[in-house]
């Protein structure tokens, strides 16, 4: 069985304006950030080790944000229906 390699979250009890993005493989890592705009009030908090590449980060973190609009763009599109 294949697990998802990104997953949605939120915590709207305490955290309303907050989403979070959880990447389940390894380097595994929860983004946090705004929930109006990805790059605004962002952070990670990484699971195991953090990648010693800066660029390996930035591709991690532009996948997630790849990720986030293709789950938004398909639950408007299950809404619409």
């Keep these: 069985m294949n697990f998802p390699k990104f997953l949605l979250a939120d915590n709207s ?3 309303p304006d907050r ?3 959880v990447h ?3 380097p595994m890592f929860i983004v946090g950030f705004d929930i109006e705009d990805f790059n605004n009030e962002q952070n990670i908090m990484w699971m195991n080790s953090k990648p010693d590449s800066e660029d390996e980060i930035a591709d991690l973190l532009v996948s997630a944000e790849e990720f986030l609009i293709s789950e938004l763009d398909n639950q ?3 809404f619409e229906d």
């Design 76 to 78: 408007e599109d299950i």
């Design 19 to 21: 989403i979070y993005i």
């Design 24 to 26: 389940t493989q390894d």
């Design 13 to 15: 009890q305490d955290n």
